[in-house]
């Protein structure tokens, strides 16, 4: 969290700093000027962007993981009731 806030707090100093710097001699910001102020910020939600999916396929991975081994162990591990049959008839 300190790490990500770290770069926030440096996206917006970045953006406060070209601000004041890219000013032309009539007060006004031209496009190359904007784009390199909100470049940092791109860059960082692009960033957060590509965490995030990472972060999602491995958890589906793990999930779907997780799923497949328990069905399998299901299907070695029945449950055995009182109505169990070892020679797989059914006494209701």
């Not at 440096?10 to 470049?39: E, K, P, Q």
């Not at 999916?53 to 328990?70: E, N, Q, S």
Request: positive net charge; proline residues 4%.
């Amino acid at each position: 969290m300190r790490f990500t806030c770290g770069l926030l707090a440096s996206s917006v100093v970045t953006i406060l700093l070209a601000v004041g710097a890219n000013f032309g001699h009539d007060g006004r910001m031209d496009l190359s000027s904007w784009t390199w102020m909100l470049l940092p910020l791109l860059a960082y939600v692009i960033g957060i962007a590509i965490a995030l999916l990472l972060l999602y396929a491995v958890i589906r991975v793990g999930v779907a993981r997780g799923l497949r081994d328990h069905q399998l162990w299901m299907e070695r591990n029945r449950p055995q009731g009182p109505n169990f049959d070892p020679n797989g008839t059914r006494r209701f």
